[in-house]
């Protein structure tokens, strides 16, 4: 079935550790975006990529770095976790830039 | 800044009409987009619009007004499953999504 799988489901992390969470399309969309989702927020932007080989930030990007050495895959990384990044992390992908985006089940992701 | 707005909660009754708002102050306007997320799910993409009028897509309608900046989302003949939060996302002129936190329908019987 097409789609677009994340991995892990959810994540307890101790503060200061690394962590990459994985995301991985099939449909051949050019863009792909790593949103989070905090109780009574809209979905911030962190990171996208409107093609394989480029990424841009988003409106929250300071903590996260992304790459796109493909055009299926697009993690995101942590580099020293802290509590404020406790959140649901959403990776999405879309044909191109103005069209719709299609969903992972999401990332829940505790720092401790 | 860029800000979207909906109503935080709404409550209706199975079977009944409701309407979502959603007005936007954004820079720029490349579409508006209505996404349906149940709890604990991710966002399902529900309509899109880029000019003004009525969008109808079965049970659900779109409008948009580019000129007042406001979309609403219509539900007819409203059923349980219906119980999701509702998000209105604008694409900007940098083609990014700024998105609503959403509105909370709860449906009773």
């Known amino acids: 079935i097409a789609g677009i799988t994340q991995a892990p489901t959810s994540q307890i992390l101790a503060a200061g550790r690394r962590m990459t969470l994985r995301c991985t399309q099939d449909m051949r969309h050019n863009a792909m975006y790593w949103y989070r989702q905090d109780l009574g927020l809209g979905l911030r932007l962190i990171h996208y990529?409107?093609?394989?080989?480029?990424?841009g930030k988003g409106e929250v990007p300071d903590g996260y770095s992304v790459s796109r050495a493909n055009t299926d895959d697009f993690p995101l990384t942590l580099a020293s976790a802290v509590p404020s990044q406790t959140s649901v992390y959403f990776c999405?992908?879309?044909?191109?830039?103005?069209?719709?985006?299609?969903f992972g089940q999401g990332t829940r992701l505790t720092v401790v | 800044g860029q800000n979207i707005d909906q109503p935080t909660e709404m409550t209706a009754t199975e079977g009944a009409i409701v309407q979502i708002n959603c007005t936007y102050q954004?820079?720029?306007?490349?579409?508006l987009f209505w996404y349906q997320q149940h709890a604990g799910e991710a966002p399902t993409f529900l309509s899109y619009n880029v000019l003004d009028g009525l969008e109808e897509k079965g049970r659900f309608s779109s409008f948009l007004s580019r000129s007042k900046g406001y979309s609403y989302l219509l539900l007819k003949e409203l059923q349980m499953k219906d119980s999701a939060s509702y998000l209105c996302a604008v694409r900007d002129s940098n083609y990014q999504l700024i998105w609503g936190a959403g509105t909370k329908l709860i449906i009773k019987p």
């Open positions: 990529s409107n093609t394989a080989g480029t990424t």
């Open positions: 999405a992908s879309s044909r191109t830039d103005n069209t719709e985006a299609f």
């Open positions: 954004t820079s720029g306007f490349n579409g």
